[in-house]
């Protein structure tokens, strides 16, 4: 089985400055990792995703997430938040291979002050 | 259009009642989930449809839940003998690929 720790429920941070949402997973196999973003009043989508390759994988809007097995994380980060990046952010993991459902972190709510 | 589209968006029973609530993914997504969103959680899985077959209902809460989706698009989610801990957001989403879901903007249910 796998699991999803989002340690910061909420991190309030100052408009075009610097943002890191922590993201740590557990799983015994290998695994692909999402984040997913609700905005106000909207519904999940999917931010972006790591499937295979480079570690690294960056979003249309600049976020980017690294993959860390070593270190079993996929913080998302962005170096200069705008206030419409205000929303909640998910972490999401399932294993590379066969059906697995999606498994969801708590998420980490995102305040962007002007 | 062109995204999963849930109704109704609210709605309130009373405890005991039944309730249905409804989901109609994007034309042609063969796979098609339903996640529990408690107040301040994450989504919890419930069940997964692969065209009509229920693959997995592991995470349904109890007997009372019950989802099926006959035809391979629409599906629906009833609960039975509602609870108050029944209270929550329950959301639909389908997909193509692994992993990468489309969302609907969910049901809320309050169970007084």
């Known amino acids: 089985a796998q699991s999803v720790t989002q340690l910061d429920s909420q991190v309030p941070v100052f408009e075009e400055a610097p943002v890191e949402l922590r993201c740590n997973y557990s799983s015994s196999v290998s695994v692909y990792l999402f984040w997913y973003v609700q905005y106000p009043n909207q519904g999940l989508q999917l931010l972006l995703k790591?499937?295979?390759?480079?570690?690294l994988v960056e979003s249309i809007n600049g976020f980017e997430a690294e993959f860390n097995k070593s270190q079993t994380s996929f913080h998302l980060r962005k170096p200069s938040v705008h206030i419409s990046d205000t929303a909640e952010y998910f972490c999401?993991?399932?294993?590379?291979?066969?059906?697995?459902?999606?498994?969801f972190g708590t998420g980490t709510k995102l305040q962007v002050i002007p | 259009g062109a995204g999963v589209s849930q109704s109704p968006r609210y709605k309130v029973a009373k405890r005991g009642q039944d309730v249905a609530l409804r989901c109609d993914p994007i034309s042609g997504h063969v796979s098609l989930f339903w996640y529990q969103q408690a107040l301040g959680q994450g989504p919890e899985f419930l069940t997964y449809f692969q065209n009509e077959a229920q693959l997995d209902k592991s995470g349904l809460p109890s007997d009372r839940f019950f989802a099926e989706r006959p035809e391979g698009s629409v599906s629906t989610l009833k609960i039975q003998r509602t609870q108050q801990e029944d209270s929550a957001v329950y959301l639909c989403?389908?997909?193509?690929?692994?992993?990468?879901?489309?969302f609907g903007e969910g049901s809320r249910l309050t169970v007084l």
């Open positions: 790591y499937l295979s390759g480079s570690t």
């Open positions: 989403a389908s997909s193509l690929e692994k992993g990468e879901l489309f």
């Open positions: 999401a993991v399932t294993p590379s291979g066969g059906y697995q459902k999606v498994t």
